[in-house]
């Protein structure tokens, strides 16, 4: 066909289009994502592979020392190269207990208490090199903000924000004073999720394609705390199922399958998520099964869902479940599955399939054989530190494994195991699963907070 002839060139002209309108309908999320990504302020600095200036001796304050900072707290008492500075609590009873516990390990902070802003004082006058934040949710993003803007690393626990703006927020502080900021997401330093991240940079399972993650834990029980004390989880948490229908703690099962992907780190970041909930059923059950008529729980109508299934597509073609459910009576789990061209493995219970390496991929090692394949496969972190934190304790030793890499980063000056901007990502799903669910499973499109970075982010290495 002559290519000169008018009509030849209309038509090639509108298969170009064509294609160009097919490419665009394929990239849907794309757009839309960039326009919820605002600029880097300038001067700001990006945090990705960020290493800040060696600490001989990090001098720590906690902000929130109830059920989770306590235990924090007492733990880091125990670290070498650690001075505890300051500890700020509503409760004088709860600041006196830490106290006595860091005491015994020989430090001397200054206590600061029955003000809800008295963190701030505490930040002013003892002016820490770091702080953790154990603290209801709603109090993460300012209290990160403001340990920053005070000239302290932040370490939060989770989720980092509740909002799409906080993130931004507590992103474009931690860009601004080149500060770390990171969730305390625990579960990514327990055994089997370093054995997994191991095997997964060696190349175990291929090509990555498809992880399911989870937080099902039957947490009724919660609501039996006071409310009007002001004291316990079940206090505030409570409130949160009743305002909101969403993955409300997506975190302890994605933050693994993330760092398995590398996720927000050189391989691949997040698209998009659909997400849908279950009726909400189980908590006003519970409600007046346990309590009075005319309590509080009786008053008041839940509209989170029991059980929360969302789907996230990354960027790259994987895919990701993740499951929130704190209501059903169930086991606990947190799936922690990950999925390649080569096989699966998968945890609760703990079990592979895997080409090459188990006996057959038709039928899951477990018990004796996976524990053969994990001593050749361990975790050299784990290798190194597993014994002393099984010893240390807090959820099976990944409590106190995470503290220590927190302070050990620090004070070698290295790039913490988890940035900024993973941890955003991971808190994201809250929000934007929460949209989802309100218009009925519409996609929803992850901001991309590295503003474009995560392409040249190294993935997280094998520690040893």
Not at 46 to 62: E, H, I, Q, S, T
Not at 246 to 257: E, I, K
Not at 323 to 347: C, F
Request: with cysteine; net charge neutral; charged share 20%.
């Amino acid at each position: 066909m002559n290519e000169h002839n008018p009509e030849t060139k209309r038509r090639n002209f509108l298969k170009t289009l064509g294609g160009m309108g097919a490419g665009l309908a394929a990239l849907p999320s794309l757009l839309q994502a960039q326009e919820n990504t605002p600029s880097r302020p300038a001067g700001a600095k990006y945090m990705g592979d960020f290493v800040a200036p060696k600490l001989d001796k990090v001098r720590m304050a906690f902000i929130g020392v109830g059920a989770r900072g306590s235990g924090h707290a007492a733990q880091c008492a125990a670290l070498e190269g650690v001075e505890i500075v300051g500890i700020c609590d509503l409760s004088e009873a709860l600041c006196k207990r830490s106290e006595k516990r860091v005491q015994a390990k020989n430090h001397s902070p200054k206590l600061y208490f029955g003000d809800e802003n008295a963190w701030q004082k505490m930040l002013a006058e003892v002016k820490p090199d770091a702080v953790v934040i154990a603290t209801p949710w709603q109090l993460h993003a300012p209290q990160s903000v403001g340990a920053m803007l005070a000239g302290a690393h932040a370490f939060s626990e989770v989720p980092l924000a509740e909002t799409l703006e906080d993130l931004w927020k507590v992103i474009d502080t931690s860009e601004k004073t080149g500060k770390h900021c990171m969730m305390m997401e625990n579960v990514n330093y327990g055994r089997e999720e370093l054995l997994y991240l191991n095997m997964c940079r060696l190349g175990v399972l291929g090509e990555l394609l498809h992880g399911e993650a989870a937080y099902i834990h039957e947490l009724r029980g919660q609501m039996k705390d006071v409310a009007s004390s002001g004291q316990g989880t079940g206090s505030w948490r409570t409130l949160k199922y009743a305002e909101h229908n969403a993955n409300l703690y997506p975190t302890h099962g994605l933050g693994p399958v993330a760092q398995y992907m590398s996720l927000c780190r050189g391989e691949d970041t997040f698209g998009r998520i659909s997400s849908f909930s279950t009726n909400a059923r189980g908590r006003a059950l519970y409600a007046k099964a346990n309590f009075p008529a005319d309590h509080e729980w009786n008053k008041i109508k839940f509209n989170g869902g029991d059980l929360n299934t969302s789907i996230i597509k990354t960027v790259n073609g994987r895919t990701i479940m993740i499951q929130w459910d704190e209501t059903s009576p169930r086991p606990y789990t947190r799936h922690n599955l990950i999925q390649g061209t080569k096989g699966t493995m998968a945890s609760f219970p703990n079990r592979m399939a895997i080409e090459g390496v188990t006996k057959s991929h038709h039928e899951w090692a477990e018990n004796a054989q996976w524990e053969e394949i994990a001593k050749k496969y361990e975790h050299p972190l784990y290798t190194r530190m597993g014994e002393l934190s099984q010893k240390m304790g807090g959820h099976g030793g990944m409590d106190f494994l995470m503290l220590y890499r927190m302070v050990e980063c620090m004070r070698k000056g290295e790039p913490l195991d988890q940035n900024v901007y993973e941890s955003a990502a991971w808190s994201a799903v809250y929000p934007l699963s929460e949209k989802s669910v309100k218009e009925d499973g519409m996609p929803q499109n992850f901001p991309d907070f590295t503003r474009g970075n995560w392409k040249t982010t190294k993935p997280l290495s094998i520690i040893s």
